[in-house]
């Protein structure tokens, strides 16, 4: 199998950043697409951006310009740099990773989630 490791979420002021990032570890045999999620309390988890093994990415309109998603493949970890944070960025902040574990079937993995949350 494949866990998730979130870590970097905490407290910010509006305008200012966090960087999150999330390690890979267990029999992992490829990683496919990693990404980024939230949750917000009473609203269905969004996507907020994603990232092929090629480096290819994508975002989610409310967070382009603002946030950089980044992967080290060696080390089976993704990253999201966020920047100009708003209040409406506050969140649970998921990462995902279609991999293939060995013994395992392609499937997605998902970590247990870092709070983001931006406040005065």
């Known amino acids: 199998q494949v866990q998730l490791v979130e870590s970097g979420g905490g407290l910010v002021q509006p305008g200012g950043s966090l960087r999150l990032s999330c390690a890979a570890s267990?029999?992992?045999?490829?990683?496919?697409?990693m990404g980024w999620y939230r949750q917000c309390p009473g609203k269905q988890r969004e996507l907020v951006a994603a990232i092929t093994s090629g480096g290819s990415t994508n975002y989610a309109d409310s967070v382009k310009g603002r946030f950089t998603i980044s992967r080290d493949n060696a080390k089976n970890t993704v990253y999201l740099q966020m920047n100009s944070l708003k209040p409406e960025d506050t969140a649970v902040y998921y990462c995902?990773?279609?991999?293939?574990?060995?013994?395992?079937?392609?499937?997605?993995?998902w970590g247990q989630g870092t709070q983001v949350t931006v406040s005065s």
């Open positions: 995902k990773a279609n991999a293939i574990a060995t013994l395992s079937p392609l499937k997605d993995y």
């Open positions: 267990g029999s992992i045999f490829s990683i496919r697409a």
